[in-house]
């Protein structure tokens, strides 16, 4: 009898919920691959709490194992961004739940528009979690 890769796991999934900056910053690096930055340097509280209108955490147990951050206008449109998912918990759904949670917690708020942009790789993805491709304009600034 084979053992199952991508054993079953009870993960939570939190509408603004409970994060640390040192989970997060690491999570972060995982799913960038970049150094783990301090606290100090990228203060994910803060920035959730001036420029969002929520986010979503994902937690097995006491682990951080996602997060998407919804940050909006103030008004009307919202967007995903710096969706995340820790490299044990990758290609489980974890990643399809948080865009999920977002998308329900975000309809439930005066937002009329869900926006994401993605990298050409990703476009299956974000197709079957609902999303409808659109033309989109970027200027590198950097």
């Known amino acids: 009898m084979s053992q199952d890769p991508h054993p079953q796991t009870t ?6 919920g409970e994060f640390g900056n040192d989970e997060l910053n690491a999570l972060h690096a995982g799913a960038f691959g970049h150094r783990v930055y301090s606290a100090v340097e990228w ?26 951050n919804v940050p909006w206008d103030g008004l009307v449109h919202a967007w995903i961004q710096d969706v995340m ?3 044990t918990h990758r ?7 948080l865009v999920s ?9 005066a937002c009329e528009w869900l926006h994401v942009d993605f990298d050409p ?6 197709r079957a979690c609902g999303f409808t491709p659109t033309a989109a304009g970027l200027i590198a600034l950097r």
Not at 121 to 126: I, M, N, R
Request: net charge positive; charged share 30%.
């Open 101 to 109: 949670v977002a998308r329900d917690s975000a309809r439930e708020t």
């Open 43 to 68: 203060d994910w509280r803060s920035i959730v709490e001036r420029h969002s209108l929520g986010w979503v955490v994902a937690r097995d147990g006491e682990v951080l194992v996602g997060f998407l």
């Open 11 to 16: 993960v939570r999934f939190e509408w603004r």
């Open 121 to 126: 790789d990703l476009g299956a993805f974000y």
């Open 91 to 97: 290609r489980q759904h974890v990643g399809a739940r």
């Open 85 to 87: 998912v820790a490299n």
